[in-house]
């Protein structure tokens, strides 16, 4: 598994597209995956919550309000966890059974950490559904952690609702996740480098650690 993860606007998403395409090139058999907040049910529970609401966009973003978030937030846990599995399962696990190189742009980190700021609840970061989310990354999956500067990040994603508040927010769970995890992670700051020069940082690595045998070998190195 090759997962890219960290903040919108920092090229996951980009970046995994062209990993994808560079593996196809070299015959490698690749399965494109993405698993995001809000799966399948909650979805579903969040479009009829929001549609008679023009802030519904901002919403995904931002979760309910406080006073709502309090009355929901056991219920709405449950909720996401239990739309998560089967994605991850679909999405990710069997896809690596059958022999696929998985390439993610979002997993379990990124939903942890959007999970956490969408009920308010840090914690959910630095708990036991952390400890059993960062178990099923599979071993010697190789990892990439995207970061850049906020302001870089707002202007990247203009359109978007986002706030210097969210992205820091964002940032410090990544890192503070990634650290605690013990997981071996290449770490690249985004911000002034080009699509072009990031590529040519991780492809040489991605060359080296994907086998014939389509499996990853894990690299030295952890955040700092």
């Not at 739309?83 to 896809?95: D, E, K, N, T």
């Amino acid at each position: 598994m090759i997962y890219f993860f960290g903040s919108d606007g920092t090229g996951k998403t980009t970046h995994a597209d062209l990993v994808s395409s560079y593996l196809n090139r070299k015959g490698f058999k690749t399965w494109r995956a993405s698993v995001k907040q809000h799966h399948t049910l909650s979805f579903l529970f969040l479009k009829l919550l929001t549609r008679k609401s023009p802030q519904g966009q901002a919403t995904n973003y931002y979760g309910f309000p406080d006073d709502l978030a309090r009355k929901i937030r056991t219920p709405w846990k449950i909720l996401e966890l239990a739309s998560l599995v089967p994605a991850v399962f679909y999405r990710v696990l069997i896809p690596l059974s059958m022999g696929y190189v998985v390439v993610c742009d979002r997993y379990l980190l990124d939903s942890l950490v959007t999970l956490s700021y969408f009920l308010k609840e840090p914690k959910i970061t630095l708990g036991i559904v952390a400890k059993l989310s960062v178990k099923l990354i599979p071993e010697n999956s190789f990892l990439v952690y995207f970061e850049a500067d906020t302001n870089v990040i707002l202007q990247r994603k203009k359109d978007e609702p986002l706030t210097r508040q969210l992205v820091e927010y964002y940032k410090k769970a990544y890192r503070t996740l990634a650290k605690w995890s013990g997981l071996t992670i290449i770490a690249i700051d985004t911000s002034t480098k080009s699509v072009k020069e990031v590529q040519d940082k991780i492809l040489p690595l991605i060359s080296r650690n994907v086998t014939p045998e389509k499996k990853i070998v894990q690299i030295t190195g952890k955040l700092h």
